[in-house]
């Protein structure tokens, strides 16, 4: 999908994606990469601080941070990876707002967040059983009792590792995949919202629209007058006072503008 600054077609083209999801093909959500293209694509890193909300659940993470494949997955190679999207992040003056579709599975215990990450998945199946089919690669084959859709006999207990791999692969994506929303947001100044219920939305994008704002430009003269590219951290609190929390970008790329 091409950018678009037109209403009507954005709408035209979602309703494409939307069609072709129930009536044929399903793919994992490719929002990072949406993302990246948005930061180099559409914002003047000179000229403007845009504002980006980036709507996701995360599940592009495995395919950007080189997992290695489980029994059966073909993993498409990418020319770039998670660390090129963060360091794209930290390079432009857009501030990211995350907003987090799911159960918040970040700053709990791994045990807490296994057990929420599994109850997610199995919303998911139940969703699925409704209309009563499976997915095989990329095309909605309808399940049909008493076939065997992939052509060949398998062993019960091959089958039950692989649908053991494959949940725990799952939940390390739904985990994984927040905490990197999550990293991206805070490296801009920016923060992340768990959308866990629609009647949410509203509440949560009042909140970004009031943080938009309420911000504040502060300058430094760095120590290092070296305009050699290197990415220098920050930091930035309020004295006297270590409660308060500031937002902030943590770092910034030292090259000329």
Same mark, same amino acid.
């Given at each position: ?9 954005? #709408? ?160 390390? #994506? ?84």
């Amino acid at each position: 999908m091409d950018f678009s600054e037109t209403g009507a077609k954005l #709408t035209r083209a979602l309703d494409s994606l939307k069609k072709w999801t129930m009536e044929g093909y399903r793919t994992r959500g490719m929002q990072f990469s949406a993302l990246l293209a948005t930061l180099r694509e559409m914002t003047d890193v000179g000229e403007k601080r845009p504002i980006i909300i980036f709507q996701t659940d995360g599940d592009e993470v495995a395919k950007l941070s080189n997992w290695p494949p489980i029994a059966g997955e073909q993993l498409r190679k990418y020319e770039y990876n998670m660390n090129d999207i963060y360091a794209e992040a930290e390079r432009s003056r857009a501030r990211v707002y995350t907003v987090v579709a799911g159960e918040r599975l970040v700053g709990i215990s791994p045990e807490e967040a296994a057990e929420r990450a599994e109850r997610m998945l199995k919303k998911e199946y139940v969703a699925r059983a409704k209309i009563k089919d499976m997915w095989y690669g990329f095309k909605r084959v309808p399940n049909k009792a008493g076939k065997n859709t992939t052509g060949f006999a398998v062993p019960e207990v091959i089958l039950k590792q692989f649908r053991m791999k494959r949940a725990e692969r799952a939940i390390e #994506t739904l985990v994984e995949g927040q905490a990197a929303a999550v990293r991206t947001a805070e490296l801009t100044g920016g923060w992340a919202s768990f959308l866990e219920g629609p009647e949410q939305a509203d509440e949560i994008y009042r909140r970004i629209l009031a943080d938009t704002d309420n911000r504040y430009v502060i300058g430094y003269y760095p120590t290092n007058k070296r305009m050699d590219g290197t990415l220098r951290r920050v930091r930035v609190g309020v004295r006297n006072h270590p409660e308060y929390v500031v937002r902030y970008r943590q770092g910034y790329y030292a090259t000329p503008r």
